[in-house]
């Protein structure tokens, strides 16, 4: 992705917590989205941050700090149908609403 | 509501064939986004709709894709002259204002070039 990180794969057992982490280039930063994506299908809005702090949303909370360019999904109490893509994507300002995305991370959960 | 449909699913086309591909937005978002997912890459912007105002053309590969948007909805993305680099999916996506432009995403058409 354009400036966009994240890590490729993580592994993590059912019933675990795992915090997928993505680091973003800030200039022209308009927001941070999380999408959800299972092979073949399209990818599930999560979450959306634009100011500093967690916000929670059931299993999923995802953390942004603007000043360092820093974001991360937390899952809670992971389960079999949470092996997915998790992809990490930035909004550019002005007059277009474009998302850059990262290569997303896969996350595999293990019994 | 419906979602973001997109048509066909799949299309398999021989190499320097014309594809056209569709997708009907959600219903009143006057937002909407083409995109494309090769294989083991993230998504990459072609394309930008927002109203009545100018497309954002920016993420277009080349001269050989091109998209309408008629009536402020169903879009039209069309590749000519088709290349075995275009394969992928191409996905797109709707927004509204109401929403804080938040894009939802059709299921996606996967093309295979010969």
């Known amino acids: 992705g354009q400036n966009i990180d994240q890590p490729t794969e993580m592994t993590a057992t059912e019933g675990a917590i ?3 982490n993505c680091t973003y280039q800030t ?3 308009n927001g941070l989205f999380w999408y959800q994506q299972h092979a073949g299908e399209a990818p599930t809005f999560l979450s959306y941050n634009v100011l500093d702090g967690l916000e929670e949303k059931g299993r999923f909370s995802s953390f942004l700090s ?14 079999m149908k ?3 893509s998790y992809l990490c994507a930035r909004r550019i300002g002005g007059a277009t609403n474009k998302l850059i995305f990262g290569t997303g991370t896969l996350l595999a959960v293990q019994p | 509501g419906a979602g973001v449909s997109q048509s066909p699913s799949n299309k398999v086309t021989e190499k320097g064939k014309d594809v056209e591909l569709r997708c009907d937005p959600i219903s009143g978002h006057t937002a909407l986004y083409w995109y494309r997912q090769s294989l083991g890459q993230g998504l990459e912007f072609l394309i930008y709709f927002q109203g009545n105002s100018a497309p954002d053309k920016s993420g ?11 009536g402020g909805s169903v879009s039209t993305l069309t590749i ?18 109401r929403q804080d432009y938040t894009q939802y995403f059709g299921p996606g058409t996967r093309l295979t070039v010969l």
């Open chain 1, 18 to 20: 795992v915090q997928i």
């Open chain 2, 60 to 70: 277009l590969p080349s001269d050989r894709f091109s998209a309408e948007r008629t």
């Open chain 1, 66 to 79: 603007r000043s360092k360019g820093y974001s991360y999904l937390l899952l809670k109490e992971l389960q």
């Open chain 2, 80 to 97: 000519q002259r088709t290349q075995q680099e275009d394969s992928a999916v191409y996905l797109c996506a709707s927004s509204d204002r």
């Open chain 1, 82 to 84: 949470d092996s997915a």
């Open chain 1, 27 to 29: 200039s022209g930063f």
